[in-house]
Nanobody
């Protein structure tokens, strides 16, 4: 069974940084796009960033210039470096990946930014 395991969330002051990590494990034959969504209280889940298997990257406008996504295909992992965090970045962050032609999701990690 394929699993996605996240780490790296926490509490940080505005202007601080966090790095999220997510690793896929299990019987994996292919991984296409990998990325991150987030869901704030009372809001819909939104795409934060994704990176294709050939390195094409997309960011939501609100994080451009502050967040950086990367992936390590050998480690089957995706990362999100978050700098200059703002209170409005507070949310549960979910990683996902198209593994074996199916979308797989992590369990979510809480990111809280205090003002």
């Amino acid at each position: 069974q394929v699993h996605m395991v996240e780490s790296g969330g926490g509490l940080v002051q505005a202007g601080g940084s966090l790095r999220l990590s997510c690793a896929a494990s299990g019987p994996i034959f292919s991984i296409k796009t990998m990325g991150w969504y987030r869901q704030a209280p009372g809001k819909q889940r939104e795409l934060v960033s994704h990176i294709s298997s050939d390195g094409v990257i997309k960011y939501v406008d609100s994080v451009k210039g502050r967040f950086t996504i990367s992936r390590d295909n050998v480690r089957k992992s995706v990362y999100l470096q978050m700098n200059n965090l703002k209170p409005e970045d507070t949310a549960v962050y979910f990683c996902y990946a198209a593994v074996n032609l199916r979308n797989r999701w992590g369990q979510g990690t809480q990111v809280t930014v205090s003002s």
